[in-house]
């Protein structure tokens, strides 16, 4: 069974650091796509970083552009996003998305979901 996995969510005051985890199971990265979208009540879902393992680019929405990286390590198949400044608007459920065969010009598209992690900053 394809399944994606994140960890590393939970509670952190504002101007703290997390990493996120997105771990593949059933297959591998290698040739996929994976992007991070988060979901607020007030915001609705919006993709915010996103790699191709294909090509190596990277793109970032700009509220997250310079705080968060995108990274990966494909020997664990795993994907991260390393967030840092973090303040109380980034307080989200956060998904990674993955799609073997579409590019990060399609995030928006991509089939696979995990099943989020919160992130809460505390103010």
């Known amino acids: 069974e394809v399944q994606l996995v994140e960890s590393g969510g939970g509670l952190v005051q504002a101007g703290g650091s997390l990493r996120l985890s997105c771990a593949a199971s059933g297959f591998t990265f290698d040739d996929y796509s994976i992007a991070w979208f988060r979901e607020t009540p007030r915001k609705g879902l919006e993709g915010i970083s996103c790699?191709?393992?294909?090509?190596?680019?990277?793109w970032y929405e700009d509220s997250v552009k310079g705080r968060f990286t995108i990274s990966n390590d494909n020997g664990l198949d795993t994907v991260y996003l390393q967030m840092n400044s973090l303040n109380a608007e980034d307080t989200a459920v956060y998904y990674c998305v993955a799609d073997r065969y579409l590019g990060c010009n399609n995030y928006a598209l991509f089939k696979t979901w995990g099943q989020g992690t919160q992130v809460t900053v505390s103010s």
């Open positions: 790699m191709s393992n294909r090509d190596g680019t990277t």
